[in-house]
């Protein structure tokens, strides 16, 4: 059974720090991994998806990577901005013709004016 | 553009009480719809998917039903709550066979009495 870590679970930074959140799942054999945003009592917002065939992806300030066979995955944010303040969750679907993803239970991220 | 919606965005219900939620998209046609459950101190948990009108497929036992009666219409049921079907209900459709990049509706806050 798949399960999906995500360390750490808060996290308070300075604005304009650059940081790194984590993620980790235990079965390898996934289709993608997407990392999602969700502002408290909100839906998730899709940030970045990538295949498993890929390596990372880039939109904006956020950069996530994969890498596959060690089961993780990380999500860069650069410059980090007050508006930034969300939980973000990462979600690996599996490979084959499932289609639920599992999610992590998410870090909390708070940028500090 | 695609917009998914559900109502209502808030509800308190005591226990024994029927359920409905609705959840619609618009802007797609055939899409995969999901529906998820994030409860208090846990991540979200896949319910419901449908990948097409009155396909469903479950992945929790539990006294919750799902209905697709039209193509961008997908409706979460109970006949009788408990008080742990509290939490924060959300829908998700995805449209790309490739990717099957999820994207989610609002939510709606079940409160059970």
């Known amino acids: 059974k798949q399960e999906v870590t995500q360390i750490p679970a808060a996290l308070s930074v300075p604005e304009g720090e650059n940081l790194v959140l984590n993620c980790s799942f235990t079965?390898?054999?996934?289709?993608?991994l997407q990392w999602f945003r969700q502002d408290p009592g909100k839906g998730l917002t899709s940030l970045l998806l990538?295949?498993?065939?890929?390596r990372e992806q880039t939109s904006g300030r956020l950069n996530a990577s994969l890498d596959k066979s060690s089961g993780r995955s990380t999500l860069y944010i650069a410059a980090s901005q007050p508006g930034d303040s969300a939980t973000y969750l990462c979600?690996?679907?599996?490979?084959?013709?499932?289609?639920?993803?599992?999610f992590g239970s998410g870090t909390q991220l708070t940028v500090l004016p | 553009s695609q917009t998914i919606h559900q109502w209502p965005a808030t509800l308190v219900q005591p226990v024994g009480s029927p359920l409905s939620l609705e959840c619609t998209v618009e802007?797609?046609?055939?899409?995969?719809l999901y529906w998820y459950r994030q409860a208090a101190g846990r991540g979200l948990q896949l319910l419901f998917y449908?990948?097409?009108?009155?396909?469903i497929s479950s992945e929790v036992p539990q006294n919750l039903s799902a209905s697709r009666p039209q193509d961008r219409q997908f409706i979460l049921s109970s006949k009788k709550l408990l008080l742990s079907d509290s939490g924060f209900y959300l829908c998700?459709?995805?449209?790309?066979?490739?990717?099957?990049?999820?994207?989610f509706g609002p939510g709606t806050r079940l409160t059970v009495l």
């Open positions: 998700a459709w995805s449209g790309d066979r490739m990717t099957d990049t999820q994207y």
């Open positions: 079965d390898s054999a996934i289709y993608n």
């Open positions: 990538i295949q498993s065939s890929q």
């Open positions: 979600a690996v679907r599996p490979g084959g013709s499932a289609r639920q993803l599992t």
């Open positions: 802007g797609t046609s055939n899409p995969n």
């Open positions: 449908s990948v097409g009108i009155g396909q």
